[in-house]
């Protein structure tokens, strides 16, 4: 089984920080008040072909060129385009999100793991990979598959060393730098990899596809913040394009005994509400038929 992960968006997620901020002087002159994620999905090892290929039909009926480089924030790729591509992709990049998500939710046996954080420090990073390590874990050792790697889109040598020590602890001895237990067992025990694996996001048609799955939480996470501090949050719930994108997503989070906050959704908050009141209003979305898990 294969794990493609990448990391939210940096230019998002500092464009997001400062607005939290400017929100709350209190938090923005005690902390470093940072929210990052890491996301994407898990894919039986006999899908991924059939899912690039799928993936390049839909990129060439939407672009006509099949090896396109897309992502979810497409405005980042833009000295990859000429003029008439970049034209082409903005005024198709809502439609083509909403139907690879369609595509994705297909596949029943592919399932999405997302972890995002509210943290203070210099390890914001760290935390939500091996959260995403661990609950990939599970998803291992509960399937049929015998060989499991990880793939991740990352070109700054500090933080690959890090990734790289984490993944090698928890691989020979069950646990992170910090003693925390990866619940499922050590990796090696379950047909891990002995190493990650890195690759370029433009060239990699799998990492692509996790860059919309971080990409678009992100967004309905940061809509959130906005209604919820305007106290707009029922306006939100009749939002058709936000609901859209909120039920295409949880379709494929990871669900375990039908709960996807023990599945594939993992939050980690630090002196901040917003990830809390993040987590009670997908419930109560999920309790009211507004979306469905």
């Not at 059939?50 to 060439?60: A, G, I, P, S, V």
């Not at 309905?220 to 919820?228: M, P």
């Not at 859209?244 to 039908?258: A, E, I, Q």
Request: charged fraction near 25%.
């Amino acid at each position: 089984m294969y794990l493609f992960i990448d990391e939210s968006q940096k230019s998002y997620e500092d464009e997001f920080s400062i607005y939290l901020k400017k929100l709350d002087r209190t938090v923005k002159n005690k902390f470093k008040d940072v929210y990052f994620g890491f996301g994407g999905f898990c894919c039986p090892n006999n899908s991924v072909n059939e899912l690039k290929h799928d993936f390049c039909d839909l990129k060439n009926e939407y672009f006509d060129n099949p090896f396109l480089p897309i992502k979810n924030n497409f405005i980042n790729l833009k000295e990859e385009y000429d003029e008439e591509v970049f034209e082409t992709v903005s005024n198709n990049i809502e439609d083509f999100r909403f139907d690879l998500f369609e595509l994705l939710n297909s596949y029943e046996e592919i399932n999405f793991i997302i972890s995002l954080i509210n943290i203070i420090g210099n390890d914001k990073k760290i935390l939500p990979f091996n959260n995403i390590i661990q609950r990939f874990s599970w998803e291992a050792r509960l399937s049929d598959q015998k060989s499991h790697s990880v793939v991740l889109d990352w070109n700054q040598k500090v933080e690959i060393e890090k990734f790289n020590r984490n993944y090698n602890l928890i691989y020979l001895n069950g646990e992170d730098e910090y003693n925390n237990p990866n619940t499922a067992g050590e990796l090696i025990s379950l047909g891990f990899q002995p190493s990650l694996h890195y690759a370029v996001m433009v060239n990699n048609d799998y990492l692509q596809i996790a860059d919309f799955i971080i990409g678009s939480f992100m967004y309905l996470f940061k809509e959130f913040v906005k209604e919820y501090d305007n106290d707009n949050i029922d306006e939100l719930k009749e939002n058709e394009k936000y609901i859209k994108s909120f039920n295409l997503l949880m379709s494929s989070v990871r669900k375990h005994k039908g709960d996807p906050f023990s599945g594939g959704l993992i939050f980690n908050s630090y002196q901040n509400c917003y990830l809390d009141n993040f987590e009670v209003f997908i419930k109560t979305l999920n309790n009211e038929n507004i979306i469905n898990y």
